[in-house]
DNA sequence: GATATTGTTCGATCAAAATCGAATTAAACC
DNA sequence: GGTTTAATTCGATTTTGATCGAACAATATC
């Protein structure tokens, strides 16, 4: 399967991001990724159905909170923590204290 | 006419004050709102219909983003930055600097 | 009291986003 | 090739939220 593409650092919003933020699965998604280095989406899942899910990994990739690297069939998702610290320091800090 | 009530800074949640920053409209209250120490409703108003921006301060400070105070027929609106501070160190921060 | 000013509330409409079953893609493995 | 596993895409539905005119409430001013 082809690689995702990643909106470019530069290209990221504040509103943007907080959008993406502003949905309690997708929040606890981002949390959780934030004690991990990287979470396969089947262990992102707990009950919920697949597809919701999958849309939600597309709205954090899309608002550049989420990293997809693809292997073989799993796709392991990271928080693209370097990037939204040099981008909007101090805002990730804070979400992952939350 | 009767004060708001402002709900405690215990009882805030992340989520809800994500939510509260996710809207252009609502995260540029906030914005200029960490600029100034206060500002009316029509000080903030531009050229948008009053109801609307009526309903984006009712949510802003449903989450606990913002205070009103009414003196007079005037509201003076102003972020609580001490409560948020405190509740979420650095979030503020990062938001106004973005 | 009449009028102007400030802002809210109501209610209807519209738009955006979440939900999720069913079908699909893609890789891995026998 | 057939099957299992992982995850997406499609499409329909539902839910949530934004928008905004009209009516209303409250204060200030003449």
Same mark, same amino acid.
């Given at each position: 399967? &082809? !690689?995702?593409?990643?909106? &470019? +650092?530069? *290209?990221?919003?504040?509103?943007?991001?907080? /959008?993406?933020? $502003? !949905?309690?699965?997708?929040?606890?998604?981002?949390?959780?990724?934030?004690?991990?280095?990287? $979470? +396969?989406? $089947? &262990?992102?899942? #707990?009950? /919920?159905?697949?597809? +919701?899910?999958?849309?939600?990994?597309?709205?954090? /990739?899309? *608002? #550049?909170?989420?990293?997809?690297?693809?292997?073989?069939?799993?796709?392991?998702? *990271?928080? /693209?923590?370097? !990037?939204?610290?040099?981008?909007?320091?101090?805002?990730?800090? &804070?979400?992952? $204290? #939350?």
């Amino acid at each position: 399967m &082809a !690689d995702y593409d990643h909106p &470019a +650092s530069e *290209s990221l919003t504040l509103l943007g991001v907080l /959008r993406g933020l $502003a !949905d309690p699965i997708r929040l606890e998604i981002v949390q959780h990724l934030g004690s991990v280095p990287e $979470a +396969s989406c $089947a &262990a992102l899942l #707990g009950d /919920r159905p697949r597809s +919701s899910m999958s849309h939600h990994f597309q709205v954090l /990739r899309e *608002s #550049g909170l989420l990293h997809t690297r693809i292997q073989g069939v799993q796709h392991f998702n *990271s928080l /693209r923590k370097a !990037d939204l610290d040099e981008r909007f320091p101090g805002l990730m800090e &804070a979400i992952l $204290a #939350g």
